[in-house]
């Protein structure tokens, strides 16, 4: 189960009143409807309709809710572009000694000590701005919010002030991509790791702050046709763990314990929880000894007894579990129940479980280190016991070696390494994922609107794999009238591939080609195969076999062909370059006949493209999909 850490906006929300009646209520608030404008054009709103953030809510439901109507998302909007301005009123003005970015918090502090008195900003207005800024950046609502990427970095800005978490994000993401303000990747780490340490705070504490799973890509999902509803898969894991625990044995109780812990399919009981763990713990089970050493060390289910705790990690240590070991280092490291601190011991502990594998004892290794605790700092070592940490899934690794490279401790001072590990820190520890996946539900209940929308606040704040699927749903829609749409498209794809998605770069290619533009197709191909896309091999061989955009070159082809297979996962990826490979002499005799061949006996590339999609559709194997890209196999 993924962790939700913070979320900003909340969608899909119920309201008692009705849609339309609160479309009609929005209606009335401003006699100025100016939709093909930007917001700073509108007139300011007014009303009375109860607190700010329950307005919010309600114009948010407005828009989110499941393909609404022309007029319900104007109303919606325009009652956004309401908030928005108040938000501009209550932020407090730029000083001589005030920077523009200053947190609102301490911006109102400081403005009360001076007698100044404004309207308090709440998180409703800089959900709202943040919304507005999301629909001008990505242009999806339009002609209601113009796609204005300028108004879009202003508003962006201005949510930040107000405490829009998600702003930051999107600012740092376009500081570290020099998207619409100039490159500072200084200013975008800055911004990141402020929310990254917000993630840190609500993430600490929690027994099990589990990874995400991969969101879906929607490219991959269409190609290969095998992709399973969420529910499904939720119903197929719910299977195999009750057919798994038929099979655990004595380990059953432990499982039970897990779930009443967790509250897992059943009421959440900790007391209950401890006796399955001690019945297990009972029969020699390590791992709930394990369990039980931690629920005492830190009173869940039962009052904190350190002395019971390490009698049960010293049982689980004895089973040879890597994870006691580290908590025994916890106890020597906190000297509970009134022992005193021994951070030699500790040290020893953490170093067995390290040895071990355990990912937590590597971390606090690399703290032991980083802080002197018992020893010499040495911030070198810390560096690569965090790196360790990191190899094993640590989930807090990565914002420890973002803090290592931003600031050079034991390692040289590397924006670019620092921004690298503080962007996998916030993709895992954000709710990215959890908004993915909701966005995959709405497309599949047939709410094209919502899922665009879910993409583009994601897209925004630097998913690549949200900026991937944004593009792809943007390209095949045919129900948003999105002004230059292939710009928008090639943009997403772009920062999605710089991004890591190196499958982006060959949809960029395909968007590229389709519109004839051959030669960036056949360099956007040649980036994705650098980038070790498989399709992006592929893709770049046929271009070379055909001539098409790059230089003629059946050799380079086949080298292409074959790198493509040698790196295949398995047979269905590796079956497309394997045909064409066999093919390509066909090829290259029908060319070296070409001058001596009656004319219109030769074989054209477009009929040489429909022999390669043929055999394709015969095999049931594609690298991408053949109605939008170079023809495929």
């Known amino acids: 189960m993924r962790k939700q850490v913070i979320c900003v906006i909340v969608l899909g929300i119920c309201m008692i009143i009705s849609h339309s009646a609160l479309a009609d209520d ?86 009360e000590e001076g007698g100044n008195t404004k309207p308090r900003v709440t998180t409703a207005l800089a959900d709202a701005t ?17 796609m204005n990427d300028s108004w879009a970095v202003k508003a962006l800005h201005v949510a930040a002030q107000g405490g829009s978490a998600q702003a930051d994000l999107a600012l740092a993401h376009r500081y570290f991509m020099a998207d619409g303000v100039p490159g500072n990747c200084q200013e975008g780490l800055r911004r990141a790791r402020a929310v990254a340490d917000e993630y840190l705070v609500a993430t600490q504490g929690r027994t099990s702050p589990e990874l995400p799973l991969d969101p879906v890509s929607l490219r991959l999902r269409h190609m290969h046709g095998s992709y399973e509803t969420l529910a499904s898969e939720d119903t197929w894991a719910q299977l195999q763990l009750e057919a798994d625990m ?7 109780q432990r499982m039970l314990g897990y779930g009443q812990l967790g509250g897992v399919d059943m009421e959440a009981d900790a007391a209950a929880a401890l006796q399955h763990f001690q019945e297990a713990a009972g029969q020699g089970d390590p791992y709930a000894a394990f369990n039980l050493g931690y629920m005492h060390m830190r009173g869940v289910g039962t009052p ?78 810390a560096h690569e016991h965090y790196l360790d940490a990191h190899d094993a899934g640590h989930w807090r690794a990565p914002h420890a070696l973002a803090i290592t490279h931003q600031r050079g401790w034991g390692v040289a001072a590397n924006c670019t390494k620092a921004q690298q590990y503080i962007q996998t820190f916030i993709k895992e520890r954000s709710t990215w994922a959890d908004q993915m996946d909701e966005a995959v539900l709405a497309l599949d209940a047939g709410n094209e609107w919502l899922a665009l929308l879910q993409y583009a606040v994601v897209a925004v704040q630097g998913s690549s794999v949200a900026q991937a699927n944004l593009a792809w749903l943007l390209e095949r829609s045919s129900r948003y009238d999105v002004q230059h749409k292939t710009k928008v498209c ?30 960036e197709a056949g360099r956007l191909y040649g980036v994705a195969a650098k980038a070790g896309s498989i399709e992006g091999m592929y893709s770049l061989g046929w271009m070379h076999a055909q001539g098409l955009g790059v230089a003629p070159n059946t050799s380079r082809a086949a080298a292409l062909y074959r790198q493509a297979i040698r790196r295949a996962p398995d047979w269905q990826h590796a079956a ?58």
């Open 304 to 381: 904190p007894n350190a002395t019971a705790a390490k009698a049960y990690f010293e049982d689980a240590a004895r089973h040879g579990l890597p994870s006691a070991y580290n908590g025994l280092g916890v106890l020597h490291y906190e000297g509970q129940a009134g022992a005193p601190v021994d951070y030699v011991a500790a040290r020893q502990a953490f170093e067995t479980g390290a040895l071990l594998g355990d990912p937590d004892a590597m971390f606090n290794l690399g703290t032991i280190y980083a802080g002197g605790h018992g020893v010499e700092t040495n911030h070198s070592l």
């Open 26 to 111: 929005i209606s009335s608030l401003d006699g100025t409807r100016n939709s093909s404008t930007t917001p700073d054009n509108i007139a300011e709103s007014t009303h009375d309709k109860g607190s700010v953030d329950e307005w919010y809510l309600q114009l948010e439901n407005l828009l989110f809710q499941g393909n609404p109507s022309v007029a319900e998302v104007e109303a919606a909007i325009n009652g956004l572009q309401g908030l928005y301005k108040q938000l501009l009123a209550a932020l407090p003005a730029p000083t001589a000694t005030r920077r523009l970015n200053q947190p609102v918090h301490q911006a109102h502090k400081a403005d």
């Open 130 to 146: 943040l919304v507005l800024a999301v629909l001008a950046a990505t242009g999806i609502a339009s002609p209601h919010v113009a």
């Open 490 to 519: 090639l943009r997403l794809l772009t920062q999605a591939g710089k991004g890591g998605f190196a499958d982006a770069w060959v949809d960029a290619g395909n968007l590229e080609y389709r519109g004839r533009h051959l030669e």
């Open 576 to 633: 497309p370059p394997f045909i064409a490979l066999l093919l390509l002499p066909g090829l290259r005799a029908l060319q070296a006949l070409h001058p001596f061949l009656p004319s219109g006996f030769w074989v054209t590339g477009e009929a040489w493209s429909q022999i390669h999609a043929t055999v394709g559709k015969q095999t049931s194997l594609r690298c991408s999909q053949v109605e939008h890209s170079v023809p495929l196999l």
């Open 246 to 252: 038929l099979d655990f044995g004595d380990a059953f």
